[in-house]
């Protein structure tokens, strides 16, 4: 999943360079071209660091002769002023270059910390916290990669890899088990998940075999309801707005997942500078 998670980091670099450096770099232009520097990018918080594949990719694409020592790593923890990475190449080259790499790493590691307090919370359980589709436009991949680093797991990428059968999907086909089956049949390798309200619509999609449901804003005597029907039928998925406090008593109905979106939406970036030596 991680190999496929960093599909695309090129390309993603690339056009956050264009939109940053654009026509050139006028500011840099004051240095003179020769000069040569050593900087330090540190950490001005505390949390899990995430980010270097693409900070990585920034220097290189901007200048391949940057020489990079890495103190930190991803998913390693870091405080303030932590020296995460000592950098040593050209002075145009690392001015170019820091904006684009701090705004990798302030939200990708912001996003592996939301992670890492969320899958704190509920290690005394069997749950598995899922992120969802609600992403930084063109950040996809990234911010799952994040999810993964601060050891909660990724949902479907998006609308290719796996059904989501919601409220409008099922009155299109007329039924949840007229969903399922048509679902079956277009595409038979890929997992089956319906969205229900009920514990009646549970029935039904457990009746159809769903491979997982998704139990939308369920109460809390509801989703324990829900997993003694279920009696390990299908997987079984929570979802509805829960957060870092709310999600303990959820995880301990004995649901399989809980699916939260403020992971990657809510997120508030890790601070980090770059100075020269």
Same mark, same amino acid.
């Given at each position: 999943m991680t190999t496929q998670l960093l599909e695309g980091l090129s390309e993603t670099v690339r056009n956050a360079l264009a939109e940053d450096i654009g026509s050139g770099d006028i500011t840099a232009e004051l240095i003179? =071209? $020769?000069k040569t520097a050593t900087a330090r990018i540190l950490s001005r918080d505390q949390g899990i660091l995430c980010g270097m594949p693409w900070a990585i990719e920034v220097f290189r694409q901007i200048d391949p002769g940057v020489t990079l020592q890495w103190h930190k790593h991803d998913g390693d923890s870091i405080n303030n002023n932590d020296v995460i990475l000592t950098a040593h190449g050209n002075a145009r080259s690392l001015l170019t270059a820091e904006r684009s790499v701090l705004n990798f790493l302030q939200t990708l590691s912001s996003v592996a910390s939301s992670a890492q307090k969320i899958a704190e919370r509920v290690k005394h359980t069997q749950v598995k916290i899922l992120d969802t589709r609600k992403t930084i436009p063109g950040l996809r991949l990234a911010q799952k990669y994040a999810v993964v680093t601060g050891g909660c797991f990724n949902h479907r990428i998006g609308l290719y890899d796996a059904y989501l059968i919601k409220e409008n999907h099922i009155n299109a086909c007329g039924s949840i =088990? /007229?969903? %399922?089956? !048509? =679902?079956? !049949? &277009?595409?038979?390798?890929?997992? +089956? $998940? +319906? $969205? +229900? $309200?009920? %514990?009646?619509? &549970? /029935?039904q999609a457990l009746a159809a075999q769903a491979d997982i449901v998704m139990l939308d804003n369920f109460s809390l005597p509801m989703l324990q309801e829900a997993v003694a029907i279920n009696d390990g039928k299908a997987k079984l998925e929570a979802s509805g707005g829960y957060d870092i406090d709310s999600v303990i008593a959820v995880a301990e109905t004995g649901v399989d997942y809980i699916s939260i979106g403020s992971i990657t939406k809510h997120i508030q970036a890790t601070d980090f500078s770059m100075l020269f030596d």
């Open positions: 003179p =071209a $020769e =088990a /007229n969903a %399922i089956a !048509t =679902a079956r !049949t &277009l595409h038979q390798d890929k997992p +089956v $998940e +319906v $969205e +229900v $309200e009920t %514990i009646e619509q &549970l /029935n």
